[in-house]
């Protein structure tokens, strides 16, 4: 048998490249293996919050980004009652960031970017080949030793590894060959993206519009083109797509019907296709496995309504670089410990856990409301006379505030209005 790498990351986007320049870094021998061939698109938001500068900053990508992005200082949401809520990620509350705004990119840009630092770091990039499967010792059962990939001809080839990470996003085929992934009850919800130019009215706050039928994102991502992301409940998707026809009639027909919104993209011009993904949520039941562990959208996938997809992965991949290397040396001793990988994959899921376990309870609150008319209604009326309860929510979703400054009885009594008791509490409650 012989080894291609001692880490084969699966997949080339935020997570993967992360990953593979923290490991890269480290002095191992890594490849990356992207279906794609970059630069491309990718279905996504395109904001980076504000604390992602920092791990830009380490892998040396922050200046390229930079001078390609555009900054946005903080986020506007306008409920379906027609509340809007005004949130700044610097702000009274005094927490501060590595940097004090978000960072809107194209992901065909920001990718290439990131790959292009791994190269530099040392790890191999193979374009063009895409994985089918997971290769295990002693048959379906044992650990991850590798992958299968199909090649442009139609061949097929085995590469062999000590550790397999799959950074391949929402569909992951790592996490479905090792039986880690598990789809969500609920929400259940498709999202449709596309770029524009000549959308009047966009500035320095990304945009969310929640109707009782979704919700879309705007947001300039620099060089004059906005990105629009428009989310729908999967019923509402399904539905619209069978009378429309296809994803750009649908997404048309969805923004005419909202009245803030028409007549503005009445006035832009759509420059690229309009990509739909979904379902999702998705979160996997473990991010490791024998020989193997995930990252990114691979782990966990939730709606985009707080932009955290690309911050997720960058410092997932920060997280696991440590354990899997650890784990990845043990496996390629002579006598492989396969109990201490195991050990540190492990640990490298537990740390996960620990760092991102207050920003999913704020996203499942966030995807509760969103859904609820109601909720979301009164949690704007609140949040539209309260800047200071706005701006933390803001620096919560932008990194930057801890997520325990809003999971607390206090928070949710001001947001919601309600008792402990679950009456509605007065008006006076939102008068500071």
Not at 128 to 140: E, I, K, S, Y
Not at 314 to 342: N, T, V, Y
Not at 369 to 395: E, Q
Request: net charge positive; with cysteine.
């Amino acid at each position: 048998m012989t080894r291609a790498a001692q880490v084969i990351v699966v997949g080339g986007g935020p997570g993967g490249a992360s990953t593979a320049w923290q490991l890269a870094t480290l002095g191992l021998d890594v490849l990356v293996l992207d279906r794609a061939r970059f630069p491309r698109d990718k279905t996504c938001a395109e904001c980076l919050s504000p604390q992602a500068s920092r791990i830009l900053a380490t892998m040396g990508a922050l200046e390229a980004v930079e001078a390609e992005a555009a900054r946005l200082t903080g986020m506007l949401v306008r409920a379906p009652s027609g509340d809007v809520i005004h949130g700044e990620y610097a702000a009274a509350h005094g927490f501060r960031g590595f940097r004090d705004r978000c960072l809107a990119i194209r992901r065909r840009t920001l990718d290439a970017i990131l790959v292009e630092r791994a190269r530099m770091a040392g790890a191999r990039v193979h374009e063009g080949a895409r994985v089918v499967d997971v290769l295990r010792a002693h048959g379906t059962r044992g650990r991850a030793t590798g992958v299968r990939v199909l090649d442009a001809d139609g061949a097929t080839r085995d590469l062999h590894a000590a550790l397999v990470v799959g950074a391949d996003g929402l569909r992951s085929v790592v996490a479905r060959r090792l039986s880690l992934g598990a789809r969500l009850p609920w929400p259940r919800r498709l999202a449709f993206q596309c770029h524009v130019r000549g959308l009047p009215g966009v500035g320095l706050l990304g945009e969310m519009h929640v109707e009782r039928d979704g919700f879309v994102g705007i947001a300039d991502v620099g060089g004059g083109v906005t990105n629009v992301a428009m989310v729908a409940p999967a019923g509402v998707a399904r539905r619209g797509l069978a009378a429309h026809g296809s994803p750009a009639k649908f997404m048309e027909a969805w923004l005419s019907r909202a009245p803030q919104l028409a007549p503005r993209f009445a006035q832009a011009m759509r420059v690229s296709p309009v990509r739909a993904t979904g379902p999702f949520a998705s979160h996997a039941r473990r991010a490791h496995a024998p020989g193997a562990a995930l990252v990114g959208d691979a782990a966990d996938f939730f709606d985009p309504f707080t932009g955290e997809g690309m911050y997720s992965a960058l410092r997932g991949g920060e997280l696991l670089a440590p354990f899997a290397a650890e784990a990845a040396r043990l496996l390629d001793a002579a006598h492989a410990d396969e109990r201490r990988a195991a050990r540190a994959l492990a640990a490298y899921d537990a740390a996960r856990r620990r760092e991102f376990r207050g920003k999913w309870t704020v996203e499942r609150l966030i995807a509760l409301s969103v859904a609820h008319p109601m909720l979301v209604n009164r949690a704007a009326r609140a949040l539209s006379r309260r800047r200071d309860l706005a701006d933390l929510l803001v620096g919560v979703a932008g990194d930057i505030v801890p997520p325990a400054t809003v999971l607390n009885a206090r928070y949710l009594w001001e947001l919601f209005g309600v008792r402990a008791d679950g009456t509605a509490a007065r008006a006076t409650t939102f008068q500071g």
